[in-house]
Each structure stands twice: as structure tokens, then as C-alpha cells.
């Protein structure tokens, strides 16, 4: 569109001059709108619409495909929205016993950014970059120190840039399967053994609605430091009271919890994501389309005016010869 | 929809009992929202801080003076939820120290649980799960949390594959090698039997 305008006002400025040692009396030229390309000296017949023709056609195809994209976004988020709907009760009982902390203070954070791998999404994946720099930012001071861990090609290619020391781990090509729990337990597992962690940040992008997602932050705490907390009273205070059943030590219970509960938020969290990259695919190929629409709108009317202007142009220029040739 | 926009107003009014700091009341939930949200302007004034799940959920009721006559059920698994908030009068967990029956009041509670049947007793109606494993919250409030990774009624099983299934881990047990090979047999072995056991007893 801005080149557009720019060819329309260049146009003005040439047509000036172009109109003026010509002897048109009885036809008004309308305004011409000779092609960006073609450096039409004064005095040439007509230009050559071919160019404008060129880019219609491309316009075109381009508007038809982001169309065809928005239909295939809108169905994939259909067929993963239910999944995602269905997983939200897996996190509740967690923050219903555990409460949620975020502002724990604790000396090794870990934050898993959650991304996708294709573009073309609008700008969910830079505000989960984004959020995790600030959270990166929030805790650091001394004797803290914050990793990353990156699923998805696109906060990879934010991260790397700039904060490659702090990577530990990148994964990629997630939804290359259809995503399920066995597949993101499994992710957890090898997160939950290579990295060292007193808590866990996962960055996500939670779907609201087609045209909202709210950047959420979830907070897996290590047992160590859930019993510090419960320790000392405030939010986690009632977590002695209660019983813990079965195995050797409560810590061996807390263990096994912590790491439950990391892979039900994950998965919670990978489904939400999913849903907000189609949704944010399907608004961002909406308004292309939409766009391309609107170009192509403008370059008809460029079109004719230039089809009509040199069909004018043509007539003026036999008549004028008639009439010379009369008298 | 209407789900979702309520799940996002948290708008039940605290009873003034005994503050319960831990089941996400309202109080309490826009204190550890404000700490972060505090720190987080402080630090990134020019962004939004993100919410946290504490926004996303509705605050539990706190714990009543008298003993509830119903205890609320939620049982969860990764693709569903089987029972929301469901009011029942008795659930059996099979904990890994055997069958625990759960009663409205019972005492707070942690408790993982290994592969067994769970039945859920609802007046003179009982439903009957497998459960794989998972954990079970009881809280104070006589609110059970049952988090399963998979649970299936137990007309969907077959018992000629659990035969099967079973005969087929004994074999791989002693023909382990591994340590790793030996626990995944094992576990084979374990689910397999509990199975059986939920079919016949």
C-alpha cells in the first residue's frame, strides 16, 4: 500500500510537465498513472499496463493462499481447542494444594518457553520471549542465576541471539505427532533430569478466545523448596497438615508429586499454546487477506485508469490528425 | 463459554472462618498475584506482567465447622475431566498402601496411588475405574482431588489381553538384563495383575 501511494504521488509530480506541450484541448487527460518501472519520456504513446497486470495476478495468489492458510489454521484449532478445553481441570488440584508462588525466591530458576515452530502467527511468540527475559530480568541478583529451557523453533531463534550462555536445553518439531500425554511426560522427564532446578517457570501463551491470549506464567516448585516454604508459614503453611501416605519419607511423595505436577502443567500448557498459535495464525492470515483485498481494490482502478487513459490518448491523437488533415 | 468467563471471575464471598492461607482464597490469591505483579513493574515497567494460574481458578470454600455430608469429587485425567465437582457420598483410591475409602471430613491427605480400581459411591449407585496411577488430595473442606493418567471403566477391558499382557511381562522379567529392563517388567507385571485382579475379584 505505501508503494502505492508513493507511485500516486510520484505520478503527480510527472504528470505535470507531461500535459503541458501537449495540445489537448477539447479532452481533459485524466490523471495518468504511468507504470512504476517504465521512465515514460514526455511525448510516448501510452504505457505499458503489463506491469500493473503482473501484480494484480500476484496479489491475487497471495490472497488466495492466506485465505487457504486462515481455513486450514481454523480447523486444526478446532480439532485441538477441545483437547485443551478438556485438559484445563489437570492443573487445579495443584494449585488448589500447592497454591501458586510466583515470587518465590529461590537461587535456581529454570524457565521453559513454550513457542512454535512455523511463523506466519502474528506476535504470540514474541511476548512469550519477551515475558521470559523479564523473568530472566526478575530474578537475577546475586547467587541467583536463570536458565532457559526453549520448546519451539521460534523463541530458539529470539534466545540464541542474545542469551546463549543461559540455554540448557532446545527442543524442537513438537507437534510433529499429534500432541498427547505420553509424549509430553516423556519431555518432562528429560527436562526434570538434565537441569537443575529450585523452580520452574513455564511461559505460555493461554487461550481465551479466538482473538485472545493472555500470556500466563506457571510455577513448579522443587520439593526442597516447598518444604522451606511450608516451613515457614504464610502461603504453603497448611501443607503439613496434611497426611502423606504411603512410600518411606513424605520426601519421596513430594518428589513424585513435584514431578507429576510439572508434566500436567506442561501438558496443559503445550495444548493452550497449540490453540493460541492457531488462532493468532488464522487472525494474522484474516487480515492479510483482507489487505491483499484492498490492494488489489486499488490496483484495478490503477489499471483501468491506465487503460482508459491511453485508449484516450489514442483517440486524441487520430482526431488530431483528422482535423489536421481537414483544414 | 460461559465456562471459561467464569472461570476467569473468581467470585464466591469468603465465609469469615479461619483463614485457610493455602485454598486459594480471595485474600490470599491477589496477595501472591500482587507480590509478583509489584516486583514485576518494578523491574519491566513498560510490559503487562503475565497472569499466573491463581487468576484462572475458582477459590476453593473453606474449611467448615461441621462435618460436610457430602464429599465433592473432582477426578481428572489428562484428556478429560471424568467428575467435576461431583457430590458423592464415599470413593475408594486404591493408595499404594491398599484400598483407602474416603468419607466427607476424612483428615487432610497426600497419597499417591498405584494401579487398581477406583469406585465412586454415589447413594445406592457405584461406578468402578482403573486407574494406571496418579495422586489423590484429600483436603480439609471434604474436597478429593483424584488426579489419574488413565482411567477406564472396567467393562472396557478385555481379559484375554490381560491374560496375555501379563504373561507376556513375566517372560520378559526373566528374561531381563538390565536394571532398567527389570523395572519396566516389573511394572508390566504390576499393572497387569491389578487388572486381573479388578476383572475377577
Redesign the interface.
Known sequence: MAMAMAALRREGRRFAPMISPRPITALRSSPLAPSLEDECPIGVRYISTQVVRNRMKSVKNIQKITKAMKMVAASKLRAIQTKAENSRGLWQPFTALLGDLPSANVKKNVVVTISSDKGLCGGINSTSVKISKGLHKLNSGPEKETKYVILGEKAKAQLVRDSKKDIELIITELQKNPLNYTQVSVLADEILKNVEYDALRIVFNKFHSVVSFVPTVSTVLSPEIVEREAESGGKLGDLDSYEVEGGETKGEILQNLAEFQFSCVMFNAVLENACSEQGARMSAMDSSSRNAGDMLDRLTLTYNRTRQASITTELIEIISGASALEG | MLG?AS??LPCRSILPARA?????DLP?APS??A??TE??TK??PN?DP?????S??QP?PPTPSSIPSKLTV?F??????EL?TKEVDMVIVP???GQ?GVLPGH??????LKPGVLSVHEGSEMTKYFVSS??V?I??NS?A?I?A?EAVPLDRLDVNLVQKGLAEFTSKLSSATTDLEKAEAQIGIDVHSALNSALTG
Do not use: C, Q
Open positions: 471459561r472461570m476467569l485457610r492461607p493455602f485454598s486459594t490470599a501472591a498475584d507480590t509478583f516486583a514485576w523491574v519491566i510490559m503475565p497472569k499466573t494460574p491463581l484462572f481458578m476453593r473432582n481428572v485425567l489428562p484428556y478429560a475431566s467435576a493408595a499404594t498402601t483407602m483428615v487432610a491427605t497426600i497419597a499417591e496418579g495422586f488430595f483436603h480439609a474436597f482431588d488426579i493418567v
